[in-house]
């Protein structure tokens, strides 16, 4: 594993111009990166020569639709291999997650009979839940609900398999949760949902950013993600395995094609977002070269800078928690257990004994310390520990966030 001492810091900092930006005199922490990440020179370019340059709906026999359907076909292939597949034709592009989403729930329940059942999790951003739940809820379907141990807020996996059986037809779980940063075990949900003939739609939006996504190892059916959350433009992505997304049929126009992967998306694509999201892939490739892996593939470039992004996140991680566990009044969410960061994503929530979520917020915006407040959409889990209607405080790290700046934090949260 790269040591952290060899994570190369000063260069992945140096590619995101907003880090340099200050408030009130001081320069800012960005620790909002679940709800949106900061992005590298690289994807502006990307965005911006798009539109400066090759501008043009597809099909044209002119060089600049030439040029568009190339790009189209290149973010394909490498956003195929970032999510772990070799089939360039499996990846959709659309608006977001959530979007990408409804369509698939509706998409598949045409195909649920009543009897029929699905399993959502309590741990799940809403994204995750509420389309499988109005799909049910319109076919007569019933829904099953993971509980999370609300000790540590891991997903019972007991609970899980309990609640599978010959009828289950759909399990949408999370890669890792946005509120708490626990990472589920995946490959495990799809093998006991896989034995009882269900298909698992995993959420990897919030799992994207700090580990990779591996759609062949983990044998799911269905993976969403969003750009926007891996140093990207603001645009979903949709992974599904090409036999199921041949077999189910999506609502689309009519002069659409029926082939792969265009039968799935809807309307004129945002074009200049979609080469934005291919540089921010590159982005995450380069830094595996810039980490060792000079040799090789793009998913060797990526599971080298992946690795080396988790040690470094797991440090950070480890000073963030053990410094807000010192603090008297702060109450931390999650697993706090420092020997096991390996099993969570540095995002860590917690609430302060006297002071609601947003006023802890806005003391530490106003110091360039930007966190972010609520629930999140993680509305099962917020309701579940009565968490509603203040939400928590949620410190979301990144592999640009430094030591120096989660220290900032720490020392203002104990001057509240
Ligand atoms: C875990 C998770 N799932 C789904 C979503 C929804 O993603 P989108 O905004 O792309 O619809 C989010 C957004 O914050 C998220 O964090």
């Known amino acids: 594993m790269t040591a952290v001492a060899d994570f190369p810091l000063a260069w992945c900092r140096a590619q995101f111009p907003a880090l340099s930006r200050t408030v009130a005199g001081q320069p800012v922490a960005f620790f909002d990166g679940p709800g949106g990440s900061q992005v590298p020179q690289r994807v502006i370019d990307a965005v911006g020569f798009y539109l400066g340059h090759t501008n043009a709906n597809r099909g044209g026999q002119y060089a600049t639709a030439r040029e568009s359907d190339e790009l189209l076909e290149a973010a394909h292939v490498t956003v195929a291999q970032f999510v772990g597949s070799s089939h360039a034709e499996s990846v959709v592009f659309g608006a977001n997650m959530t979007t990408l989403t409804f369509a ?15 399993v959502v999790t309590r741990l799940d951003h809403d994204g995750n839940v509420s389309p499988w739940v109005l799909a049910a809820r319109d076919a007569g379907v019933t829904v099953q609900y993971v509980n999370f141990d609300p000790a540590d807020c891991t997903l019972n996996m007991s609970d899980l398999a309990s609640k599978l059986n010959a009828r289950t037809r759909l399990v949408a779980v999370g890669g890792a949760s946005n509120i708490v940063g626990t990472i589920n075990p995946v490959r495990e949900v799809c093998r006991l949902s896989h034995a009882v003939g269900a298909q698992v739609f995993l959420d990897a939006v919030h799992y994207a950013p700090h580990a990779l996504p591996a759609v062949d190892e983990w044998d799911c ?23 199921l997304l041949t077999a189910v049929t999506p609502y689309k126009l009519r002069p659409v094609t029926e082939s792969l992967p265009g039968r799935w998306m809807t309307g004129t694509q945002n074009f200049e977002g979609i080469a934005g999201t291919k540089a921010a892939v590159d982005y995450l490739a380069d830094l595996g070269s810039h980490c060792g892996s000079r040799t090789g593939g793009l998913r060797d ?13 797991q440090q950070l991680a480890k000073q963030l928690i053990s410094g807000l566990l010192d603090i008297p009044g702060i109450t931390t969410f999650g697993l706090t257990d420092l020997n096991r960061l390996n ?7 917690f609430v302060h004994s006297r002071l609601p979520a947003i006023e802890v917020a806005g003391r530490l915006g106003n110091q360039g310390l930007f966190v972010g407040h609520g629930n999140f959409y993680a509305l099962q889990f917020s309701e579940a520990l009565g968490l509603e209607p203040q939400g928590v405080v949620r410190v979301g790290l990144m592999h640009y966030n430094t030591a120096g700046e989660i220290e900032r934090l720490l020392t203002a949260i104990r001057g509240i």
């Open 104 to 118: 698939v729930s509706r998409a598949i329940s045409r195909t649920w009979q009543s009897g029929d059942e699905i």
């Open 221 to 243: 059916d269905w993976l969403a993600c969003s750009a926007y959350k891996f140093f990207g433009p603001h645009v979903g992505v949709l992974w599904g395995r090409p036999e």
């Open 301 to 313: 470039k990526l599971r080298t800078a992946y690795t080396a992004i988790a040690d470094y996140e």
């Open 343 to 349: 099993e969570r994503t540095p995002t860590v929530s």
